[in-house]
């Protein structure tokens, strides 16, 4: 709807956070607000964020799970009850204080998370083992301040996401929950998003407040900074004591319950765009792609108008059947030159054009996004032609983003060495690190570097980065979104 | 989750409030928050919401529309740009005065509706009649203050809703828009939660502030008692004026445009669970129930366990090939009499028992929820009978809720009969009434009933029921919800 006949006017490799702005804004992906450091998520970005929702919903519904609702607001002493969790979000929460002219008797806190409020409702629900386990996922949206400058999707005050709250009888099945759901994530950014995600543990520094521990995916992004794709959080009893989740066992006794929480977000959004584009705009990766082929019929007369359409009409009901998103895009007050740059800027992974030639030849061209790749398809064999390349582009992107990924990766084992990757290419960093937090602090100061994730299981053990301690685990270090 | 074992306590004759209350509880479908007026919608609630908003997202998409999502939060000055809109919002409104320790420049209000952050965003992205027409719509969650007690679903400090807002280039398809919307609500709600209505404009006094006029649908519960079950209004220019949508037209000059806003919210499933219900408790439509036929196998000896669970699957797999939803429960911790008593309460529209019994003559029995017959099936013809049954309690429901809303329909002429037919049943109150604002005002003071409906076509003129006017309008009136 805002203008879009200016391309993309910085390339990506040169400065990648200008260009970022410029896909968001002009493919329509989403626009700033006039509340300061919030974010609108704008129709096209919206059908990404639906695409990437139906998949994840599906999923978790397949192996129980059901959706619910919690309020937005937080009494502040049910907030409190959990005095790390409370302390690691009241820094960044919004407070109500008024409503009309009243002053509130207690303050609210729009939820920065939802582990309080969810929590107090499970210690009514669960009462024997017979309600176990809770399996419960919401959609909404939370706020944290963002003090720093706002960057659409990576740093915005409120963003959309999901929080799955469960409740186990055993902290086995508990941790067992926090894999299954850190597993169904990966797929998700891996078979969806294609991009390519390390996994593992955070440390107790940069685990989520509250939590026994946290789990994570974290990508490359092409300038060598990883960015955090989703977190699983074994929270163990620390939830369940202080607000009572406690259920009958089949032994007749009293049992605490363990507790998990996991998130996504939107970020997703912001992470697809930085690993896919290039100096055109978007690229979609076909399974989160609203549009997946983008029909533009060319005529210059007339009476080649109806049999074009027509034959995009025939080959695009052929692809709704094999559930392929299509549109044709017959707009009569814009040039195919226009649309062909629209669409690119949009990312769609393939266009068909079909022109009189075309027609005559009894074929379509077929353009193919990522590479730019034209090719001439019979129409007879369109259906199956267009199927198999969708699969390709989906398998390319993810193959490419892993070579990227790949490229981006090092191994320090001093301290001279970490330094000159982070300071040159960034990426990740494979090091061992000591127990001593005292290293990890000393190294994010020295670098900015942070532990994104320590494997879950470890090969090997071997001499700290920083302090030499032998027998340390290894971990991956990066500089971060 | 919560303990289920005893049934609805009063009768739905005798006190609908409390009878309310209890279906909504005992059912599951919600449960009060810790933050007062704030309410939980728990699974089995929000599976009725999907149903509905699948129904209506799927609607609104086939003829354009797309989702969006806009901030929480609106600065003060924005809400205030349309002072009608502000007056009849702000004592209701929550504000946000704090983020963190730090108090913000200017105070936040969390969204009451979200006409001025969108018609601000729409005043940037519109510019040229090749943007128009803009259809979004927004799936969210809106705050008002609720100073009166909460009632579940029906009056809430917080609710979860659809906001659509339009931009049009000419008046007429803006009121269009409007008619069109009302139209796939009142389709919504008569053909999918079936429930009758009745459709037309709200007077000057009721509508939406900002409006130029409101389209509503009113529903009538069996108490008497009116309930709004959607909103549909007609913006004028009133919006894109202070905020400055201009488009430059084909004509190259710049014309303000038209906007339209419509909602419909959770308020729907309270509106259902009044409406179906009965003394065991909740009655769903078909249409709209997560769960349609559930099966109860019912075994005495391990043998035979394993072949009704097979017929039930194989009931059940070929149900699903017909988009028939449908849970087999065979929980081993649970009689069937309690399995029973659970699915009755949770309104689940149809109940499939297989016994030994059943098995041996080939058969299974059916037992309807609305009308609690029972009745034996070929299970050959299982399939095909079970359809056409879910069909058959569809229709049924809507026809009751049609004899109900006969019965609770009345006509006056004069005020006493007015005021006796609002003292004794209730109900719609069929009268004509002057232009003149005082007749409505007075009759609302005296006999606490509001204009529900001014019918969109009007029959005829007759004399006003307060002031005798003649030549006056024929509208709606009731107490309401």
């Not at 963002?146 to 941790?175: D, M």
């Not at 959004?269 to 978007?282: E, T």
């Not at 049999?307 to 094999?322: M, S, Y």
Request: charge should be neutral.
């Amino acid at each position: 709807m805002s203008s879009k006949d200016l391309g993309i006017t910085v390339r990506k490799t040169e400065d990648l956070s200008e260009w970022y702005t410029q896909v968001v804004t002009k493919a329509q992906l989403a626009d700033y607000s006039s509340a300061k450091g919030f974010m609108i998520l704008m129709p096209y970005g919206f059908a990404i964020w639906e695409s990437i929702k139906e998949h994840f919903d599906r999923r978790i519904k397949e192996i129980g799970h059901r959706n619910a609702y919690f309020p937005l607001l937080i009494p502040e002493r049910l907030l409190k009850r959990e005095a790390e969790h409370f302390e690691g979000f009241t820094p960044e929460v919004f407070w109500v204080t008024h409503s009309g002219n009243n002053e509130l008797g207690e303050r609210l806190a729009i939820r920065p998370t939802s582990e309080t409020i969810i929590n107090e409702a499970y210690s009514r629900w669960v009462k024997s083992w017979r309600d176990l386990p809770v399996l419960i996922n919401v959609w909404n949206s939370v706020l944290r301040a963002e003090i720093t400058s706002t960057k659409p999707f990576i740093r915005t005050s409120e963003f959309l996401w999901q929080e799955g709250h469960t409740v186990h009888g055993t902290e086995e099945e508990a941790e067992r929950e926090v894999l299954t759901i850190l597993e169904i994530y990966r797929r998700l950014v891996e078979d969806q998003i294609a991009i390519p995600v390390l996994v593992g543990k955070k440390t107790e520094r940069e685990k989520f407040k509250g939590a026994v521990y946290t789990t994570t995916l974290e990508a490359m992004m092409p300038d060598g900074k990883a960015i955090q794709m989703g977190t699983s959080h074994h929270l163990g009893q620390n939830f369940s004591k202080p607000f009572e989740i406690k259920y009958l066992g089949k032994d007749e006794k009293e049992h605490f319950a363990w507790t998990t929480s996991w998130g996504i977000s939107w970020r997703l959004i912001g992470a697809l765009i930085m690993s896919h584009g290039d100096d055109k705009g978007l690229i979609l990766p076909p399974r989160v792609a609203p549009t997946q082929v983008v029909f533009v019929p060319i005529s210059y007369k007339e009476s080649d108008k109806e049999t074009i359409l027509q034959a995009a009409n025939h080959i695009a009901e052929g692809l709704g059947k094999e559930s392929i998103r299509t549109y044709i895009d017959d707009r009569e007050q814009y040039t195919p030159g226009w649309k062909y740059h629209e669409w690119e800027m949009k990312g769609v992974p393939l266009r068909v054009e079909i022109g009189p030639r075309d027609m005559q030849s009894k074929q379509i061209t077929m353009v193919r996004r990522d590479s730019g790749t034209k090719t001439a398809v019979p129409q007879a064999d369109a259906i199956t032609r267009i199927v198999n390349t969708l699969d390709e582009i989906q398998e390319s992107l993810l193959h490419k983003a892993r070579e990227t990924q790949a490229k981006l990766t090092t191994t320090a084992t001093d301290m001279k060495q970490f330094a000159h990757a982070i300071e040159t290419s960034g990426g990740f960093v494979k090091a061992f690190l000591s127990e001593n937090n005292n290293c990890e602090d000393n190294i994010k100061q020295e670098t900015g570097a942070t532990v994104r994730i320590v494997p879950l299981t470890q090969s090997e053990k071997g001499k700290c980065v920083y302090c030499g301690a032998s027998n340390s685990r290894e971990v991956v270090f990066a500089r971060s979104y």
